[in-house]
């Protein structure tokens, strides 16, 4: 199937610093998503966005759907250190299957 | 409201051992259901799906089946696992057509020795 790369493939941050990472996709999709995985658990849905251009925040993060809904963007300001696990995107364009990023591991050193 | 369940929470098996991984969804009705796995600290690799009763997908050859023997149990098995089988696996449930994204289980550590 059909995967989405996130960039970069890992980080590793000072607490207090923000983060930005990314995924592009070859295809377009209607549906963007963004979700968080801690250690050992199951991926949790941080943010989702509908529409192009879209921009939406969920405390401190913010993530965009990208103009050519071909790639979306997540940006964690004022990083602390529960934010460490593995963001995933994932996107859709019928909402029938969806497809996920290859991942970014965040380590926050504080 | 939904609530998904996944067990057990780890697992050591043997090679050459049988396996057999539950999953139930709660409070809704004719469920999207998903196997995924992961190695450590990598992405999701989609396993099966199964969008009813007895109708199951697979995205990759393996050594594992899946089952939907219920509108809301999924079982992921083997019948003699192999040390590749080892990882995270990931039951997830969604509503088809509609773009809510998936909900995933707390997940089951398989270690095989």
């Known amino acids: 199937g059909q995967q989405l790369n996130q960039s970069p493939q890992s980080m590793f941050i000072q607490e207090g610093e923000d983060v930005s990472m990314n995924c592009t996709s070859s295809s377009i999709f209607n549906t963007w998503l963004w979700y968080k995985q801690d250690p050992g658990e199951g991926p949790v849905l941080l943010i989702a966005l509908y529409k192009a251009g879209e921009l939406t925040s969920n405390g401190r993060l913010t993530a965009q759907f990208g103009i050519t809904r071909k790639d979306s963007f997540l940006n964690i300001s004022a990083s602390i250190p529960s934010d460490v696990g593995i963001y995933f995107c994932?996107?859709?364009?019928?909402?029938?299957?969806?497809?996920f990023g290859t991942g970014t591991s965040l380590t926050v050193i504080p | 409201s939904q609530t998904i369940h996944q067990w057990p929470a780890t697992l050591v098996q043997p090679v050459g051992s049988p396996l057999s991984l539950e999953c139930t969804v709660e409070?809704?009705?004719?469920?999207?259901l998903y196997w995924y796995r992961q190695a450590a600290g990598r992405g999701l690799q989609l396993l099966f799906y199964s969008v009813g009763i007895g109708q199951i997908s697979s995205e990759v050859p393996q050594n594992l089946s899946a089952s939907r023997p219920q509108d809301r149990q999924f079982i992921l098995s083997s019948k003699k696992l192999l040390l590749s089988d080892s990882g995270f696996y990931l039951c997830?449930?969604?509503?088809?057509?509609?773009?809510?994204?998936?909900?995933f289980g707390s997940g089951t550590r398989l270690t095989v020795v």
């Open positions: 997830a449930w969604s509503v088809l057509g509609t773009a809510y994204g998936y909900t």
């Open positions: 994932a996107g859709t364009l019928t909402g029938n299957q969806f497809y």
């Open positions: 409070g809704t009705s004719n469920p999207n």
